[in-house]
């Protein structure tokens, strides 16, 4: 059975951190892209940052320089790290992978970001 597990997310004043991690099990980890995804009320599900198997990266121009995207395929988990985090990065932040062959994705649950003084 496949699972993506989130976990670290939280409350932090703007200027803080928090590192988001997506833990897969039930596949072979290192043959997927992951990519994290938001969605604050009222808008849009946008594309967050995404890595592919080969580390290479991409990011929303709203995050550049302060999200980094990462994995460890060891551990069958990705990662965001956020920092100088702001207002309107609150949202829920969503795990994504997608296998690079073969029509299998998955999504993880889902965990909240809140960035407020």
């Known amino acids: 059975q496949v699972q993506l597990v989130e976990s670290g997310g939280g409350l932090v004043q703007p200027g803080g951190s928090l590192r988001l991690s997506c833990a897969a099990s039930?596949?072979?980890?290192?043959?997927?892209?992951v990519g994290w995804y938001r969605q604050a009320p009222g808008k849009e599900r946008e594309l967050v940052a995404a890595i592919t198997s080969g580390g290479s990266t991409n990011y929303a121009d709203s995050v550049k320089g302060r999200f980094t995207i990462s994995r460890d395929n060891a551990k069958n988990t990705g990662y965001l790290q956020m920092n100088s985090l702001k207002p309107e990065d609150t949202a829920v932040y969503y795990c994504?992978?997608?296998?690079?062959?073969?029509?299998?994705?998955?999504w993880g649950q889902g965990t909240q970001v809140t960035v407020t003084s």
């Open positions: 994504h992978i997608r296998r690079w062959i073969g029509p299998y994705e998955y």
């Open positions: 039930g596949i072979s980890f290192s043959i997927y892209y």
